[in-house]
């Protein structure tokens, strides 16, 4: 059995609920493989190995912050959250989301590669920021310190770089009035760099993550990538899925776009490429969903124990819910 969930956000980490769920497996006499995944969002760092290295940085709002980090094999792996993230201010409310900075997250960079790092994995969700990764890109100044190092930008959304503003501005806190200030800061800046980069941002799919984060790390060579696919690698989720009888996932809530780019859709397409079944255990169910993957079966915490109980004990409720599966299966 390959137990490969996302985070119940707000809940449980990915972890934590692969742990519980292995657990409960380990009983009934199964083999397991806890493979704890994510999209390059929250829980980025911290299943591919977590900190082990902490830098003080700039938070989002300028004071300093403790912003864990790893480094391993000349491997660095950075959570841009941790230095420029929205729970960093205390959600929405304490945001200011047109002075919010990404600073701190190219100061992590700028460690990373001074601590020897030669290929850097930069997860970007969960940010406080719309700022373009202008405030990165300064605290990288000089650039050519990147000279030879590999720079990936593990995206969780598509959006593109000017329409961060309209999507993710209001999630930050941003008023109308900001959110159209905050857009044709993005425009005014997309130009400036592909003047002095040559790198048209709005050409590239994902330059809207973390603000624009992703596509100001693109004119110094990033490359952006899926979160997702960044992670399966990492963790060689691929190979773990082809030798499998069953694979598990899940997340917090499952709608449409849990099936574009996102932990849940990838698990159970690398699934359904190689005939394993599939079963996505997840806290909610938000219609419509689009057509699934052949081979995956999905159930609703919410609706088989009630909201107060999924949301209180998501993982050892998931346990539940596979061993029961597995039952019905042997039974059949």
């Known amino acids: 059995m390959v137990i490969a969930p996302d985070k119940f956000k707000g809940t449980a980490t990915a972890r934590a609920v692969a742990r519980t769920v292995a657990d409960r497996l380990w009983e009934e006499g199964h083999d397991t493989v806890e493979l704890p995944m994510a999209d390059g969002g929250e829980g980025f760092l911290d299943v591919l190995g977590g900190a082990n290295r902490t830098s003080t940085v700039t938070g989002p709002d300028g004071r300093p912050v403790e912003a864990g980090w790893r480094l391993s094999r000349r491997i660095a792996v950075i959570e841009m959250a941790a230095a420029s993230g929205l729970h960093l201010v205390d959600g929405p409310d304490g945001n200011d989301p047109v002075d919010a900075t990404t600073a701190g997250t190219g100061e992590l960079i700028a460690h990373a590669v001074e601590s020897g790092a030669r290929r850097v994995l930069v997860g970007v969700g969960g940010s406080a920021t719309t700022d373009g990764g202008l405030g990165a890109l300064r605290a990288l100044h000089p650039t050519q310190r990147l000279r ?25 806190g941003a008023t109308p009035a900001q959110v159209e200030l905050l857009r044709r800061r993005l425009e005014r800046l997309a130009q400036v760099f592909l003047d002095e980069s040559g790198v048209d941002v ?26 997702f696919d960044v992670v399966a690698d990492e963790v060689e989720l691929d190979a773990a899925i082809e030798g499998a009888d069953l694979v598990v996932t899940g997340e917090g809530f499952l709608d449409e776009e849990s099936f574009d780019g996102k932990v849940v859709g990838g698990v159970a397409s690398l699934a359904e490429a190689v005939g394993v079944p599939c079963l996505a255990v997840v806290g909610e169910v938000v219609a419509p969903l689009p057509v699934l993957p052949s081979g995956l079966t999905v159930v609703s915490l919410t609706e088989r124990f009630g909201p107060e109980a999924s949301l209180a004990r998501p993982g050892r409720l998931a346990g539940e819910v596979v061993a029961e599966h597995l039952a019905v299966r042997r039974g059949a």
């Open 202 to 227: 709005q050409a590239l799919e994902g330059s809207g993550a973390a603000g624009g984060l992703a596509g100001g790390l693109a004119t110094v060579g990033a490359e952006l990538v899926s979160g």
């Open 148 to 172: 030879g190092v590999e720079l990936v930008v593990a995206c969780d959304v598509r959006t593109r770089f000017v329409d961060a503003a309209t999507v993710f501005g209001p999630q930050k």
